[in-house]
């Protein structure tokens, strides 16, 4: 892990999401607090998905496959922010028109999050960030989630993306958890 990562101050929220302080990156990884997070699920004019390798040095799921970019919020930051600052750090897109589409719970294996999807159209050049992003191409979205090694939060989130754009819209909250 990073050290400026791990000294990174996050927002702590209850089973409830409300905010209840902050606390550094690393400790909040290691006692499991809830917390917010973001995910963008970037798009093509084809409708194609782009997938992402993560580098191997990742604090969790390192080496894995992300079908959404995004993560953690920072201590004090609206997600809309933090979905705009994750897209543009991590794939260089920072002028295209987000869109939030649900907001879901993933509480698996030591990690408890509030998500919050956006989604972006983008048929420019990303610029990749080097400490985050190995690689990344486009795929469909029923491909991308066919893929062995992709990281289980973002695995649900574009399941639930596809599985809304299938029946319509509809409620926009969906908790998922063990």
């Not at 996050?10 to 997070?37: E, K, T, Y």
């Not at 997938?51 to 809309?80: S, W």
């Not at 991590?90 to 719970?105: A, K």
Request: charged share 25%.
């Amino acid at each position: 892990m990073a050290p400026v990562i791990a000294r990174e101050r996050i927002q702590v929220v209850d089973a409830r999401n409300r905010p209840c302080g902050s606390a550094w990156r690393s400790q909040m990884r290691r006692m499991g607090f809830w917390h917010r997070a973001t995910y963008i699920v970037v798009r093509n004019s084809r409708h194609e998905l782009c997938v992402q390798r993560r580098t191997l040095t990742k604090e969790v799921f390192a080496g894995g496959i992300d079908l959404a970019a995004g993560g953690v919020v920072a201590a004090g930051e609206a997600v809309h922010q933090s979905a705009r600052r994750e897209l543009a750090e991590e794939l260089g897109i920072s002028r295209e028109p987000l869109s939030h589409v649900l907001d879901f719970t993933y509480c698996e294996e030591g990690h408890h999050i509030f998500g919050s999807l956006f989604t972006v159209s983008f048929d420019g050049h990303l610029s990749l960030q080097p400490e985050e992003v190995a690689d990344a191409w486009w795929m469909s979205i029923d491909e991308a989630l066919a893929l062995d090694e992709v990281t289980p939060d973002t695995r649900l989130a574009v399941s639930l993306l596809r599985d809304r754009e299938h029946a319509g819209a509809g409620e926009s909250v969906v908790c998922v958890s063990s």
